[in-house]
């Protein structure tokens, strides 16, 4: 089992920043894929960003250039930084890990956070 607790969320003016962490305990060395998502009201979820241990990373389009997923392997940890907010980045942001054969933001986790919530005002 990997227990996953996401901080860091909270509200930001259009432009502003945000760094978002996913702190992983449990059995760790058994998920190398990690993953943001997020969901808006009214939204299905969205893959954001994923980050295997070998470092390879993958996003989607959307926050392509302003969003950076990184990972501290001694400290278990998953972050991302946030850019450049838009109004439309408002969503419920939740850390995944998993074992999966492609690390990918639309792969099927097995774990998940409980989500940290991100505001953006115009």
């Known amino acids: 089992q990997v227990q996953l607790v996401e901080s860091g969320g909270g509200s930001v003016q259009a432009g502003g920043s945000l760094r978002l962490s996913c702190a992983a305990s449990?059995?760790?060395?058994?998920?190398?894929?990690m993953g943001w998502f997020r969901q808006a009201p009214g939204k299905e979820r969205e893959g954001v960003a994923s980050?295997?241990?070998?470092?390879?990373?993958t996003y989607t389009a959307s926050v392509g250039g302003r969003f950076i997923v990184s990972r501290d392997n001694v400290k278990n940890t998953l972050y991302l930084q946030m850019n450049s907010l838009k109004a439309e980045d408002a969503a419920i942001y939740y850390c995944?890990?998993?074992?999966?054969?492609?690390?990918?933001?639309?792969?099927?986790?097995?774990?998940w956070g409980q989500g940290t919530q991100v505001t953006v005002s115009s």
């Open positions: 449990g059995s760790v060395y058994s998920t190398p894929c």
């Open positions: 995944a890990a998993g074992d999966v054969w492609y690390c990918g933001t639309t792969s099927p986790f097995a774990y």
């Open positions: 980050i295997h241990i070998d470092g390879r990373t």
